[in-house]
């Protein structure tokens, strides 16, 4: 008997109020005098009202919310990154084969990509190289032409031609044969007493002296001549040639030959009135 009345629920019962004790079939009946106003509330119901609803602090609302947030974050972390792994677990057959094939579609997608790249690269690397070489091909024609034209000085192996006329008997023609033979043996340049030949020069008597395309020059006529000197030399030479052409005019003719042969007499650049480049 002192057992059960030491046990918690005894001490329990012996703090509660009586009507709590009794329970709601032996609380006593609430009274109403008149019938409109409420019941008393029994010992229990009182309880109960009293533990709910709770009452919380807003400090304790705050860090609630905040813990709740947090685990609700961690969660969907945790879930997100499980996913991947679960899903392929669960994969069938072949839906794993497909994912490869897709894998492999793709890595071949980035290989040709990359491939086209490097392509573009090459072509770009090469155009620029073809594109300097023809830069530098266009300068290396422009300074050939110029050496045609005359427009620029050029400088070389050649020869140098002094003709000494103390008598007076060379004349226009005697000269123009001694240009075209030094022409036919490969003459790249040349000029006379200051004054550039090209291909369109024209020679005239004038009076005592000689007229270069309009430029009157007086003897002893130097020509310098750029070209293979062992070519230019025997072509003045020949037999009935240009040599013995002037010497039976009484005229000297001296020739020397040179490993530098500066031909810088220029001509100015003339645009043609009619003739246009025909290459597009």
């Known amino acids: 008997m002192s057992n059960q009345d030491g046990t918690p629920e005894n001490r329990l019962r012996e703090e509660l109020p009586e009507e709590v004790q009794a329970g709601p079939e032996e609380a006593p009946e609430a009274s109403e005098e008149h019938g409109d106003h409420p019941a008393e509330l029994t010992g229990r119901q009182r309880l109960v009202k009293g533990l709910w609803p709770p009452r919380v602090s807003r400090a304790q ?15 969907v972390q945790v879930a997100s990154n499980s996913d991947g792994d679960s899903a392929l ?13 897709e894998l492999d579609d793709r890595s071949q997608r980035l290989e040709d990509e990359k491939q086209g790249l490097e392509k573009q690269r ?42 000494d006329d103390t008598k007076g008997t060379v004349e226009a023609d005697m000269l123009l044969d001694a240009i075209q033979e030094l022409r036919a043996a490969g003459a790249e340049a040349m ?13 005239s008597d004038a009076g005592n002296t000689v007229s270069v ?22 072509a003045l030479n020949i037999p009935g040639g240009v040599v013995q052409t002037l010497e039976k005019e009484q005229a000297t003719v001296t020739i020397e030959r040179s490993d530098k042969i500066v031909v810088d007499a220029l001509r100015a650049a003339k645009r043609p009135d009619y003739a246009r480049s025909s290459s597009r």
């Open 191 to 203: 000029q006379v007493n200051g004054v550039r030949i090209v291909a369109g020069t024209y020679l």
């Open 122 to 163: 090459d072509e770009l690397e090469n155009s620029s190289d073809q594109a300097e070489e023809a830069r530098r091909q266009t300068v290396e024609k422009e300074k050939q032409l110029g050496i045609l034209a005359g427009t620029v000085a050029a400088e070389g192996p050649g020869i140098t031609i002094t003709i």
């Open 61 to 75: 609302l705050i860090v609630a919310l905040l813990l709740f947030g947090l685990g609700f974050g961690l969660a």
């Open 213 to 234: 395309d309009g430029n009157k020059i007086n003897a002893p006529y130097r020509f310098k001549v750029i070209g293979k000197p062992q070519d230019l030399e025997p």
């Open 89 to 101: 677990r669960g994969a069938r057959q072949e839906d794993l084969v497909r994912i490869l094939d």
